[in-house]
Structures are given as C-alpha cells and as structure tokens.
C-alpha cells in the first residue's frame, strides 16, 4: 500500500482512494469556512439589529455609531477575501514549499533578466 493512501472505501461498487492531497485539501476548506463564518456572523448580527430597531427614534450620535458599526462590520466581511492567501500559509505546509519555490523562481528569473 502506498504511504499516501489513508484507506480504501468502497461505495456503490467501486473503491475510492483517499490520499494525503484529499485530507489537505479538506482542511484546507474546513478552515476557510469556519473564518467565513466568524467574519460574516457580526454582518448578519448588525443586519438584525438594524432590522429591529428601524423604527426607533435615534439621535444623531447614535446615527453616527451605528454608521461606524456598519463600517467595521462591512470590512469585516470584506476581509474573507484577503485572508484566504494567509490562511493557507499558516495551516498548508504544503502550501509554503509552493510559495517559496514560485518565490525562487521569480528571483533567478529577476537576476537572470538583469545581468
């Protein structure tokens, strides 16, 4: 057996291979969408609580904290798609080689191209 093959599940009749690539990849989207959902839950929170208090008489402070909530809230939601680049270079070893052999690449290709 090979050492990347975890086990061998078999469903419907045919056998399914999982290797350390699929547990990788697996983690991988198991950690970005437990922060998805941690950066997009004051989003909706925010939207609640802008939904029930709607109605409500604010003065112009409060006006502008809930502007400012909405604010962070909204870049907080934002933030998802910046983190995926660093989420995988904190949980993917696999994920760091790559970057610093893209990295090495580009420098050789660099020095190459001035000298």
């Known amino acids: 057996m090979n050492d990347n093959q975890y086990f061998l599940r078999i469903v419907n009749n045919y056998s399914r291979k999982y290797t350390n690539k699929d547990y990788h990849l697996i983690r991988l989207c198991f950690f970005q969408v437990i922060i998805f959902i941690l950066l997009n839950l004051p989003a909706a929170s925010y939207s609640l609580y ?23 809230v909204s870049n907080l939601a934002y933030t998802h798609c910046a983190l995926t680049f660093y989420l995988y270079t904190m949980t993917s070893k696999k994920f760091r080689k790559e970057c610093y052999l893209i990295y090495f690449y580009i420098q050789r290709r660099l020095i190459n191209l001035f000298q």
């Open 50 to 72: 802008s939904y029930i208090t709607r109605m409500n008489i604010k003065t112009i402070n409060h006006l502008a904290i809930d502007s400012f909530i909405n604010t962070i």
